[in-house]
């Protein structure tokens, strides 16, 4: 990924000020008030310790600057269907297992506020998934729905009910689900 990054940004032209280096989200490689401002997305879903990535990329940034962070709130996935109580449960399991920080989204104002950021904002986009194809690989919906049985958050019965309600959606050309991305903003003081 860092060899394909590295050529695109020689297409761009953009080499003279972009460069890239992988390390831990919890331990950047960089000394303090480095950076004008920084960003990321869809990281902190995955971190057992966000606060402790959020308070270095708060290092990082100089006085003043910009810290912008976009993530996903798993609690907020809603798929249609009439079998709701088994698309609950389906729910509350996936954001509960499908990364390690599920509802890492709804978190980020919390977070930054408790940072001690300045100018604080956040904005909400939601996403919809109108392709049932792409929002079972979106959502790793394969691995979560036999982990799911195995857990007993689902039964065998559940999991056939809300795919023959899907794949009539799907046929229909009628499926849909959603899903909230939160981004909060907050500069350095
Ligand atoms: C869903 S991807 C998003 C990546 C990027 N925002 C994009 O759009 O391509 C999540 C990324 O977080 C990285 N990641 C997970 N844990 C990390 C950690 N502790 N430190 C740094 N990166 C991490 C993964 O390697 C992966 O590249």
Not at 18 to 43: G, M, S
Not at 46 to 72: Q, Y
Request: with cysteine; aromatic share 8%.
């Amino acid at each position: 990924m860092i060899a394909e990054a590295e050529k695109r940004a020689r297409e761009a032209e953009v080499t003279a000020w972009v460069t890239h280096k992988q390390a831990d989200a919890i331990a950047l490689p960089f000394e303090a008030d480095h950076f004008d401002a920084c960003r990321c997305e869809r990281l902190f879903e995955h971190l057992h310790d966000p606060a402790k990535a959020l308070s270095e990329m708060a290092r990082v940034t100089r006085s003043g600057g910009w810290i912008v962070v976009l993530d996903s709130d798993w609690g907020s996935l809603s798929i249609d269907t009439i079998e709701t109580d088994a698309e609950r449960r389906y729910a509350r399991f996936l954001a509960a297992n499908i990364v390690n920080n599920g509802y890492s989204g709804r978190q980020l104002y919390r977070l930054l506020r408790r940072q001690g950021l300045m100018d604080v904002m956040v904005q909400i986009c939601g996403i919809p998934f109108t392709d049932y194809a792409f929002a079972r690989k979106a959502m790793i919906m394969d691995r979560a729905e036999r982990e799911a049985v195995v857990s007993g958050a689902l039964t065998g019965q559940d999991l056939d009910l809300l795919h023959a309600g899907w794949e009539q959606a799907n046929g229909d050309a009628v499926f849909f689900a959603s899903l909230s991305m939160i981004l909060v903003a907050g500069r350095k003081p």
